[in-house]
């Protein structure tokens, strides 16, 4: 049989009952359209939170009070362990090359009071270098120095959403005066707008870390220490050099007895992917139960076909017609249908993203792997669960088939 000869026959067929096909190719546009969203969803969210991790800090190393074997999501959230002092950022600033910028942090969280309004939000102890650490940058005002540190000038930096609560949107609050914790500060600046994996990049306050010492926490212990490396070649050494000089500081012999924890952007993104992928897979596994719904419907219309056109096989293979050529007939019907559908599936896939995108539920990323994943799905689709009908239909004895009402 002649290639243009077997299409033709596969058209025929298909069409012979239009809404049959039409029903049986709509299971696999839902199948391969619900894995397209689902991929894109997970491959958009991944894509999202790296960028906002490079937003973090430039060439980023975070050290952290307390010994931790690996990096996780509950590793920003601890805060009781007290091992890093004011002295090891200074240490640190001093002894270690290769870097940047050094900047201690203090976290807490307050009630702060400006005028008749009020907001809980992150109060930051911390120096200058946090500008160049963290990426962040002065949008009204100055940012605090080394001699207002000194003196435990008790003055005060709000990011903008915390200067939107107290102040009013996009209002200037140099000068004002507010109150965290009841101990009155002075509004030297504000933060331009800055993103980042949450919020509370931008919904915080920033202050001395000496003030942040003197009348919140009493003593000289730091949440964290941030440092920036000078590029991203030398990190790991940067990290070495760290870990070496804070042993020798806390007199630490033994590396499984050390009481700090540093991770790095890297350290992150490596987190972030491995978590994006499960979610990935998962989405995709969930939504790949309506590509089986559809490939039974498949098997389900071609066993339909074969009963249907039984007489049809048998007076073919009369008058000659091979095996080969019926079952690639009835195998081509079901690769078509599952064709159609693969490309109906992809528009229908790239739509979903789109609007769940523009309605800003999640940002999502339709992918060329993902594009690739529903040709090659919906063809295997249409082999797998075509073959066994097929077979069916090209073993049926011919005479037996003729006499078939």
């Given at each position: 049989?002649?290639?243009?000869?077997?299409i033709?026959?596969?058209?025929?067929?298909?069409?012979a009952?239009?809404?049959?096909?039409?029903?049986?190719?709509?299971?696999i546009?839902?199948?391969?359209?619900?894995?397209?969203?689902?991929?894109?969803?997970?491959?958009?969210?991944?894509?999202?939170?790296?960028?906002q991790?490079?937003?973090?800090?430039?060439?980023?190393?975070?050290?952290?009070p307390?010994?931790?074997?690996?990096?996780?999501?509950?590793?920003?959230?601890?805060?009781?362990?007290?091992?890093?002092?004011?002295?090891?950022a200074?240490?640190?600033?001093?002894?270690?090359?290769?870097?940047?910028?050094?900047?201690?942090?203090?976290?807490?969280?307050?009630?702060?009071?400006?005028?008749?309004?009020n907001?809980?939000?992150q109060?930051?102890?911390?120096?200058?270098?946090?500008?160049?650490?963290?990426?962040?940058?002065?949008?009204?005002?100055?940012?605090?120095?080394?001699?207002?540190?000194?003196?435990?000038?008790?003055?005060?930096?709000?990011?903008?959403?915390?200067?939107?609560?107290?102040?009013?949107?996009?209002?200037n609050?140099?000068?004002?005066?507010?109150?965290?914790?009841g101990?009155?500060?002075?509004?030297?600046?504000?933060?331009?707008?800055?993103?980042?994996?949450?919020?509370?990049?931008?919904?915080?306050?920033?202050?001395?870390?000496?003030?942040?010492?003197?009348?919140?926490?009493?003593?000289?212990?730091?949440?964290?220490?941030?440092?920036?490396?000078?590029?991203?070649?030398?990190?790991?050494?940067?990290?070495?050099?760290?870990?070496?000089?804070?042993?020798?500081?806390?007199?630490?012999?033994?590396?499984?007895?050390?009481?700090?924890?540093?991770?790095t952007?890297?350290?992150m993104?490596?987190?972030?992917?491995?978590?994006?992928?499960?979610?990935?897979?998962?989405?995709?596994?969930?939504a790949?139960?309506s590509?089986?719904?559809?490939?039974?419907?498949?098997?389900?219309?071609?066993?339909?076909?074969?009963?249907?056109?039984?007489?049809?096989?048998?007076?073919?293979?009369?008058?000659?017609?091979?095996?080969?050529?019926?079952?690639?007939?009835?195998?081509?019907?079901?690769?078509?249908?599952?064709?159609?559908?693969?490309?109906?599936?992809?528009?229908?896939?790239?739509?979903?993203?789109?609007?769940?995108?523009?309605?800003?539920?999640?940002?999502?990323?339709?992918?060329?792997?993902?594009?690739?994943?529903?040709?090659?799905?919906?063809?295997?689709?249409?082999?797998?669960?075509?073959?066994?009908?097929?077979?069916?239909?090209?073993?049926?004895?011919?005479?037996?088939?003729?006499?078939?009402?």
């Amino acid at each position: 049989m002649k290639i243009g000869d077997l299409i033709e026959e596969i058209i025929s067929g298909i069409s012979a009952n239009k809404l049959r096909s039409g029903l049986t190719v709509l299971g696999i546009v839902i199948g391969i359209g619900s894995v397209i969203a689902m991929i894109s969803v997970g491959q958009g969210a991944k894509f999202q939170i790296e960028s906002q991790i490079q937003t973090v800090g430039s060439n980023l190393i975070v050290i952290w009070p307390g010994a931790q074997r690996t990096f996780s999501i509950a590793t920003a959230a601890r805060g009781t362990a007290q091992t890093l002092k004011i002295s090891d950022a200074k240490a640190i600033k001093k002894e270690i090359s290769g870097i940047s910028g050094v900047a201690p942090i203090i976290n807490r969280n307050y009630q702060v009071v400006a005028q008749n309004k009020n907001t809980r939000t992150q109060i930051v102890g911390t120096s200058p270098d946090i500008l160049l650490v963290r990426n962040y940058q002065i949008d009204l005002g100055n940012f605090f120095t080394e001699k207002e540190i000194e003196a435990r000038s008790r003055v005060a930096v709000l990011g903008p959403i915390t200067r939107d609560d107290l102040f009013g949107e996009n209002a200037n609050p140099l000068g004002q005066m507010i109150k965290i914790n009841g101990i009155n500060f002075k509004v030297i600046g504000v933060t331009k707008p800055k993103g980042g994996m949450t919020l509370s990049e931008d919904d915080l306050i920033f202050i001395p870390y000496t003030v942040a010492q003197t009348f919140f926490t009493g003593n000289e212990y730091l949440s964290a220490i941030a440092v920036s490396a000078q590029s991203p070649q030398i990190i790991d050494q940067v990290k070495s050099q760290i870990t070496d000089l804070l042993m020798e500081l806390h007199n630490i012999k033994n590396p499984e007895l050390i009481d700090f924890t540093l991770f790095t952007q890297e350290d992150m993104l490596q987190m972030v992917t491995s978590v994006t992928q499960t979610m990935t897979i998962l989405l995709a596994s969930i939504a790949s139960i309506s590509l089986i719904v559809g490939g039974i419907g498949i098997m389900n219309m071609m066993f339909t076909n074969v009963t249907e056109r039984t007489r049809e096989i048998g007076l073919r293979k009369a008058i000659g017609a091979k095996n080969s050529e019926i079952t690639l007939q009835f195998l081509g019907e079901s690769v078509m249908i599952t064709f159609f559908g693969g490309i109906l599936g992809i528009i229908l896939g790239w739509v979903f993203s789109f609007l769940i995108s523009t309605f800003g539920i999640i940002a999502t990323k339709v992918s060329a792997f993902s594009v690739i994943l529903a040709f090659g799905v919906s063809a295997l689709i249409g082999i797998l669960f075509g073959w066994w009908p097929a077979k069916k239909a090209a073993n049926l004895d011919p005479i037996e088939a003729l006499r078939y009402e």
